[in-house]
């Protein structure tokens, strides 16, 4: 089984688990995950943007035959979600029934755990999408 990243390394790359850090180009295009350079025009001077979170499902599938270290979750939804500002993120989709997922739907990214390593007492968190709560 693959070993978790290392606490000290896990804690720098705190801001990028917990919200979705996207950047923008002085051409004013929005990338997720945010990257030195813009893969749409090359410009190289990006803004680091937090992003609303909220979006539609574009695509979903159900996975019943997980990667290794997530069969306790299967079967789960997995959806490209397109997020207001414009990326598209590839993420599990949570409290909801697989049978009320259809296209077009609205999500809101919320904070789930992701995985647990029992051997290192270590619980890894990171974004899911859910329908919006009222």
Same mark, same amino acid.
């Given at each position: 089984?693959?070993?978790?990243?290392?606490?000290?390394?896990?804690?720098? !790359?705190?801001?990028?688990?917990?919200?979705?850090?996207?950047?923008?180009? /002085? *051409? $004013?295009?929005? !990338?997720?995950?945010?990257?030195?350079?813009?893969? #749409?025009?090359?410009?190289?001077?990006?803004?680091?943007?937090? =992003?609303? &979170?909220?979006?539609? #499902? =574009?695509?979903? @599938?159900?996975?019943? *035959?997980? +990667?290794? $270290?997530? %069969?306790?979750?299967?079967?789960?939804?997995?959806?490209?979600?397109?997020?207001?500002?414009? +990326?598209?993120?590839?993420?599990?989709? @949570?409290?909801?029934?697989? /049978?009320?997922?259809?296209?077009?739907? /609205?999500?809101?990214?919320? @904070?789930?755990?992701?995985? %647990?390593? /029992? %051997?290192? &007492?270590?619980? =890894?968190? $990171?974004?899911?999408?859910?329908?919006?709560? %009222?």
């Amino acid at each position: 089984m693959a070993r978790p990243m290392q606490v000290s390394r896990y804690w720098r !790359h705190f801001r990028e688990k917990y919200m979705l850090i996207g950047g923008k180009c /002085e *051409n $004013g295009h929005v !990338h997720f995950p945010k990257r030195s350079v813009c893969p #749409v025009c090359g410009s190289r001077k990006i803004e680091e943007i937090e =992003l609303s &979170g909220r979006g539609k #499902v =574009l695509s979903w @599938t159900i996975v019943r *035959n997980p +990667p290794s $270290g997530f %069969e306790y979750y299967k079967p789960f939804p997995l959806a490209l979600v397109e997020l207001e500002e414009g +990326p598209v993120v590839l993420a599990q989709l @949570t409290d909801v029934d697989p /049978e009320e997922i259809d296209f077009g739907m /609205e999500v809101e990214v919320v @904070t789930k755990k992701i995985r %647990e390593f /029992e %051997e290192d &007492g270590i619980i =890894l968190y $990171g974004y899911k999408f859910r329908p919006p709560v %009222e």
